[in-house]
């Protein structure tokens, strides 16, 4: 074997062990307190159709186009959508939710690649505020491993987290419209 094929060869399999060897999971966490009482920021993030008032990705693409199943609000709730690839393609499901105290959902991608995760919302009254604690969990594919390699998955999202909060911050502390 010659030694520029001997070299790439070990190369390959120095990648294949790096890469191997990042996290299995991930998560990603954010938080923001409202001057609001949990029930009313409850009711902003419970009901996916409000989602477009203070979602960090309604604003990438004006004409994304989102459709709803299943109950308004609360556990089944379903929203689809399809944008641009900003905003890409995929399908979340209420699967958990306790009034005024948290949301879980089931989060799935299907383009720009498909995968699957979990985002929770945890709510806490405290004084006349209420602390926000959004996260995102999932598993790493072997793609995924690779991606984080040159991308902080906690950064991209963190930020789209922070806009998402500032968002729901503004609204949530705004009256509700009938």
Do not use: H, Y
């Not at 070990?10 to 409202?34: M, Y």
């Not at 939710?97 to 498909?114: A, G, M, N, T, V």
């Not at 594919?141 to 902080?152: D, G, P, Q, T």
């Amino acid at each position: 074997m010659s030694p520029i094929l001997l070299a790439l060869l070990v190369i390959a399999i120095l990648f294949v062990v790096i890469i191997a060897g990042r996290p299995d999971e991930f998560r990603v966490t954010r938080s923001a307190t409202i001057l609001a009482t949990s029930e009313v920021v409850f009711a902003r993030v419970n009901e996916l159709r409000k989602w477009e008032d203070w979602s960090p990705w309604a604003m990438l693409d004006p004409n994304s186009k989102s459709t709803f199943e299943g109950p308004s609000s609360g556990i089944g709730s379903v929203m689809s959508w399809a944008g641009n690839k900003k905003v890409g393609e995929g399908r979340m499901t209420v699967i958990e939710s306790r009034p005024s105290d948290l949301i879980r959902i089931k989060l799935e991608f299907l383009k720009p690649f498909k995968s699957t995760s979990t985002s929770e919302f945890v709510f806490k009254f405290v004084g006349n505020q209420t602390e926000v604690i959004w996260s995102m969990s999932g598993r790493n594919s072997f793609f995924s491993k690779i991606f984080c390699l040159f991308m902080n998955m906690d950064k991209m999202i963190g930020k789209d987290f922070e806009k998402g909060l500032a968002n729901l911050k503004r609204v949530g502390e705004a009256p509700l419209s009938k």
